[in-house]
C-alpha cells in the first residue's frame, strides 16, 4: 500500500445559499469514521493516509453529498506519493521550517 498526502477540495453547485460549512463538516465526518489523519485549511483539506483509503473515502463523499440532496459536485484532489522515504504533514512541514532558520 502507498501512504500519501492529498489535498482535497470539493464545491457544491446550485445550493440554497453560497455558504458550503455544512456540506465540508460532512466530508470531515467521513474522514473522521474511517480514521484518516487530515487538516481542515480554509481553501481545501490535507489529507494523510493509504492511497485506497483516500479513494473509499471520496467515493463515501460523493453517495452522501447527493444524498444531501446536491444534483452536482466539482471536486479536486491533488496526490502527493513519495516511495524513496515515508512523508507525513508534519514532516513536509518541518522540513520546510528548517530552511527558514
Not at 524513496?84 to 522540513?95: A, H, L, N, R, W
Given at each position: 500500500m502507498a501512504r500519501v498526502i492529498a489535498s482535497f477540495t470539493i464545491i457544491p453547485l446550485g445550493t440554497a445559499t453560497p455558504s458550503v460549512s455544512r456540506y465540508v463538516a460532512n466530508v470531515l465526518n467521513v474522514f473522521d469514521s474511517l480514521k484518516l489523519k487530515y487538516q481542515l485549511t480554509p481553501m481545501c483539506t490535507i489529507i494523510e493516509g493509504e492511497e485506497e483509503e483516500i479513494f473509499k473515502a471520496i467515493m463515501?463523499?460523493?453517495?452522501?453529498?447527493?444524498?444531501?440532496?446536491?444534483?452536482?459536485?466539482?471536486?479536486?484532489?491533488?496526490?502527493?506519493?513519495?516511495?524513496?522515504?515515508?512523508?507525513?504533514?508534519?514532516?513536509?512541514?518541518?522540513?520546510?521550517?528548517?530552511?527558514?532558520r
Open positions: 463515501e463523499i460523493k453517495k452522501k453529498l447527493f444524498k444531501m440532496g446536491l444534483k452536482r459536485i466539482v471536486y479536486s484532489l491533488n496526490v502527493d506519493e513519495r516511495i524513496d522515504k515515508p512523508s507525513t504533514m508534519s514532516g513536509k512541514i518541518e522540513s520546510v521550517q528548517k530552511h527558514r
